[in-house]
């Protein structure tokens, strides 16, 4: 492996790679690890312990929700750690499920069936923040291969019977920062320019870290780096000394030692005597120790080589390394390779080419269609030629609780605004428009208390329109006392707006083009009775006293009405044209 410097992002100098890697197995000196793990956590102050998270009272644990569960006490939400972003998926996986955090969210008051954020994985729309979404990670693609010794009754020998497998110079080293201190299996690689140490390693040594970028390049794969620190190595015994070494810090490395028969290794004569550095000759590998810090752990014994054999031993600070072939009596019944994709080329080569693609339809989702089953199933139009439908609701909608004050806080509020801008006046006279036009109405005093959620409001000035100054605009997304919204009812639909590339053809096909413009389109669907409740609103009205009334209309800023005003219009489209009460063709 070497480092280089930033590269250039034209695809032109991008190329698809592929990385070979050996198997994974079992971590270095695991018991001893977790052992240490368990007695720092112990050590580390109540604030910072991921179990006190789970059993403070909610009342008072406001500031512990922003404690870090990457970097133990960091007072930072999960999402934005950078050392939680540099892990691979599972990674981050494992760190969510120990550390019981809400999968959609990132947050551990909840968990992910009772979380009331509207947000949702961005690539894939599920219910799981888009950090833990399994595509954004390197895809991996596994081969296995067998290689098996023939038996001697047979004299058509495979072809991977003669591959000779082979072991690394490999040791094991203490990895230390300000009394931390973690037992790992170190390749000595000569071949490396640079010191690289993992994610999972700098975690819970907790070093500072400084921003790097970087690209870790094998023979034919690439990786980023982001961040570098320095880390104090040492041999496992405890000793006087330690040395300083700058790492580079990588997710993970696809790197480590197949597990191997110690005696039968240990049994060749050249080895015979010597203190070995990785008695066992295998395992994870989390740190390497690049060739401009390998000179600071050799020792003048030099190396001892048998060429028959293959076999060469370096003296080291930690003992003797040894690299070379297997032995013919260490078998190795299974070779994995993995293949990297390089999946940020990969899309940019898929957008490219779905640009030169006529644009398909997409098909519906299961929610999408219950949207448009739903229209389909109460829309109507009445005699003045509006229509009316029911808002698409979810399969198992969930509670509303108290909105009302929350509504009137935000009204004040704003009307404080209004007035310091000097258009508290417009907003007003815009909010008892909608009374005037009958797109709402004063509830009645006897149905006040049918209410179920109150809509909050807030004027949008924009002094460059010709037309409206100040325009309201209704929050549905506001949440109640218990969590939970008004768009939280509601499905989406699917988008029925027409693809552009429609749009361009027709611009192109026809002489002649028409646009026209609905005035106040989602204001000419009526709302039906059950839907109303759900669009309660505090309004002032010119005696200057607050009201309570509720939408008749369409209302924008409501999850699903953009839907149901384009479906309106398609559905009024493919209906024969009559005369209405009002005199016109609707």
Known sequence: MKFVEPLSRNLSRKRKSLSAASLVFKPVMKQQQERQQDSSKKSDSPKSSPANHNTTNNSNNSSNKLCCAVCKGSNHPLHKCQAFRDLNVQQRWNIERKNKYCANCLHQSHKVASCASVYSCHVCKGKHNTLLHKEEEEKKTSATMLVTSAPENKQEAPQASKMKCGFINTAIVSVQHNGRRLTVRAALDNCSSHSIITERIASYLKPPRESVELKMQGIVSERRVKHKTTVHISTVQPSAWDIPITVAIAADLPTSMPPQDPAAIASHHLLQGLELADPDFGGQIDLIIGTSDLPLFWTEAGRKFDVDARLTTVSTVFGWTVAGPLPDSVKMTTLKVEVLEDVELNQAFNKLYELDQVPQANQMTPEEQSAVDQFNQSVHQHPDGHYSAALPKVENPPELDRSKQMAVSRLLSNERRMQAVGRLEDFNAEMYGYVELGHAEVTPEEQQTKAKYFLPVKGVVKETSTTTKVRPVFDASARTSNGNCLNDLYLTG????????????????????????????????????????????????????????????????????????TSVLQHHATKPVRMCNCGGSC
């Open 494 to 565: 699917p988008n029925l707006y027409p693809l552009i590339m429609d749009i361009l053809m027709r611009f192109r096909v026809h002489s002649v083009v028409y646009t026209a413009d609905i005035s106040k389109m989602y204001r000419e669907v009526k709302l039906i009775p059950e839907d109303q409740d759900f669009h309660s609103l505090i309004v002032r009205v010119p005696s200057g006293q607050l009201v309570q009334c509720r939408m008749k209309r369409l209302t924008f800023g409501v999850r699903p009405s953009p839907f149901v005003a």
